[in-house]
Nanobody, 125 residues
Framework: VQLQAFGGGLVQAGGSLRLSCRAS????????MGWFRQAPAKEREFVSAIDWSGAHTEDADSVKGRFTISRDVAQNTIYLQMNSLSPEDTAIYYCAADRDAFGVVRTMAGDYESWGQGTLVTVSS
């Protein structure tokens, strides 16, 4: 499966953005789709994930209550609604697919086999 992320940009602190990630190819119900981010000079970190059935989601503590992941099965797309953004959220955001998840939401980047190209989110103070 190939992934394409878009929707990043420049936003002021306190603002909102919605990222999208469209998948080409069939997404099986056992897949888990996730968002990760990587800030300059930092390691890639887990942000949020959802199993393709939509039954389970997982969010990093740093984004709970501010970010919401969702998916549109008909559009083969996942979304990340980001509210109350802060400069600490500045990073390149990547979407990824865990093909072997069988519905179990995992948070380690190494468990995800397919990655999109990333979209830059910059939050100004």
């Amino acid at each position: 499966v190939q992934l394409q992320a878009f929707g990043g940009g420049l936003v002021q602190a306190g603002g909102s953005l919605r990222l999208s990630c469209r998948a080409s190819g069939r997404i099986h119900y056992t897949y888990v789709m996730g968002w990760f981010r990587q800030a300059p000079a930092k390691e890639r970190e887990f942000v949020s994930a959802i199993d393709w059935s939509g039954a389970h989601t997982e969010d990093a503590d740093s984004v709970k209550g501010r970010f919401t992941i969702s998916r549109d099965v008909a559009q083969n797309t996942i979304y990340l609604q980001m509210n109350s953004l802060s400069p600490e959220d500045t990073a390149i955001y990547y979407c990824a697919a865990d093909r072997d998840a069988f519905g179990v939401v995992r948070t380690m980047a190494g468990d995800y086999e397919s990655w999109g190209q990333g979209t830059l989110v910059t939050v100004s103070s």
